[in-house]
């Protein structure tokens, strides 16, 4: 176990390979956190062109998402099931995504006062755990977890947590039947795609199985009746929902 070493003291990149790697610190990570921590109190933090790219992100999305919200096709597009799910988020209720392609379209689709992410570092799979969190902080109001099918397979099991600490998150699982992410990639750069499909696997059977509720939903007409039905009866719930597989929503900032 390495001891204190000075903060400042620098390994050169030369002694690594990774080209991306620009600084390495080493130091004892409680010291250093409570020196970055201490340094980080006196900058001086200007966001407000950070905030007005945001605000025109939000308010200037593409004409043709309004069709997608109300589009009765099926499966549908993951801003259909955002509709669904926004009269919720709006009369107070909570949402948490988490970096796949799936969660994504409900941080682009969903507006609400108190949300949670999975950060720039787009980690796949937390937005259940993410929920439980949340459901703690605010247990008088439902918490909406949205992720995709390749994302609840990380951490399906802590259903079974909610469940023993009577925790009725809601879990929105967008099912489009692939790593999603992956799969526009390799499209993109290789043209074909490859060891990125899934199936439409029965995870509401799964919330069934740790003695959650579980629904699957393959038309638009049904989502209202389902989400209805587990806000109101405060039950801990998988929603297993069938989707197109759209990329990750694109935004222009201000002067594009």
């Known amino acids: 176990m390495l001891k204190h070493v000075d903060l400042c003291?620098?390994?050169?990149?030369?002694?690594?390979?990774?080209?991306?790697i620009e600084k390495v610190i080493i130091a004892d990570p409680v010291d250093a956190a409570n020196r970055l921590a201490e340094a980080m109190r006196s900058m001086h933090w200007d966001n407000a062109k950070w905030e007005?790219?945001?605000?025109?992100?939000?308010?200037?999305?593409?004409?043709?998402?309004?069709?997608?919200?109300?589009?009765?096709s099926?499966?549908?597009h993951p801003l259909r099931v955002c509709a669904a799910v926004q009269p919720y988020i709006a009369a107070g209720g909570v949402f948490v995504?988490?970096?796949?392609?799936?969660?994504?379209w409900a941080s682009a689709g969903l507006q609400g006062e108190i949300t949670m992410n999975s950060s720039p570092d787009?980690?796949?799979?937390?937005a259940i755990p993410l929920a439980i969190a949340a459901k703690l902080v605010y247990p008088d109001?439902?918490?909406?977890a949205l992720t995709g099918d390749g994302g609840f397979g990380y951490h399906m099991a802590e259903l079974?947590?909610?469940?023993?600490y009577e925790l009725p998150i809601i879990v929105v699982v967008g099912n489009d039947a692939k790593w999603n992410a992956e799969y526009h990639k390799q499209k993109e750069r290789y043209r074909h795609a490859v060891e990125t499909e899934l199936r439409y696997s029965r995870y509401d059977?799964?919330?069934?199985?740790?003695?959650?509720?579980?629904?699957?939903?393959?038309?638009?007409?049904?989502?209202?009746?389902?989400?209805?039905?587990?806000?109101?009866?405060?039950?801990?719930?998988?929603?297993?929902?069938?989707?197109?597989?759209?990329?990750?929503?694109k935004f222009k900032l201000a002067g594009e």
């Open 9 to 20: 003291k620098f390994q050169s990149i030369s002694d690594f390979n990774n080209e991306r």
């Open 52 to 72: 007005k790219e945001v605000h025109h992100m939000k308010n200037d999305t593409p004409p043709k998402w309004d069709t997608h919200a109300t589009s009765d």
């Open 74 to 76: 099926s499966p549908m």
């Open 97 to 104: 995504t988490d970096g796949g392609e799936f969660g994504q």
């Open 122 to 126: 787009a980690n796949v799979g937390c």
């Open 141 to 144: 109001k439902p918490v909406f």
């Open 160 to 164: 079974d947590t909610a469940m023993r």
């Open 205 to 249: 059977e799964v919330a069934r199985a740790l003695d959650a509720h579980g629904a699957l939903v393959k038309h638009p007409q049904q989502l209202r009746e389902t989400f209805e039905h587990a806000v109101q009866n405060n039950l801990c719930s998988c929603i297993n929902i069938h989707v197109q597989g759209h990329g990750t929503p």
